[in-house]
């Protein structure tokens, strides 16, 4: 069974940019491209961002480019998103997801439970 599990949200506070990372099971993370969703309240599901199983290819929605930026250790099993000059529309549950299609990083299967971040106004 595959387990993601986000962690590191909460209200933004001034300082380092936050980066929640999602915690993967193995050996599925190693061997799986991920992407990070978000879903303000309200809305549907948006796709943030993806990345391969390497590491070294990323992808991003129009809206976060230059500001998000996605990583993984694979050593340790953990995916993260660092997130740069927030807004409020940034508020949103932020899930990890696994890839199932790397042509298609929005094509995903396994979601974790999320993880809350809210940019006060």
């Known amino acids: 069974e595959v387990q993601l599990v986000e962690s590191g949200g909460g209200m933004v506070q001034p300082g380092p940019p936050p980066t929640p990372p999602c915690a993967a099971s193995?050996?599925?993370?190693?061997?799986?491209?991920m992407s990070w969703v978000r879903q303000a309240p309200g809305k549907g599901p948006e796709w943030v961002s993806a990345i391969n199983t390497g590491g070294y290819t990323t992808y991003y929605a129009d809206s976060m480019k230059g500001r998000f930026t996605i990583a993984r250790d694979n050593a340790k099993n953990t995916l993260y998103l660092q997130m740069n000059s927030l807004k409020p529309e940034d508020t949103a549950l932020y899930y990890c997801a696994r890839v199932i299609d790397p042509g298609l990083p929005s094509d995903m299967d396994y979601w974790g439970k999320g993880t809350l971040v809210t940019v006060s106004a």
């Open positions: 193995r050996p599925t993370f190693t061997t799986s491209d």
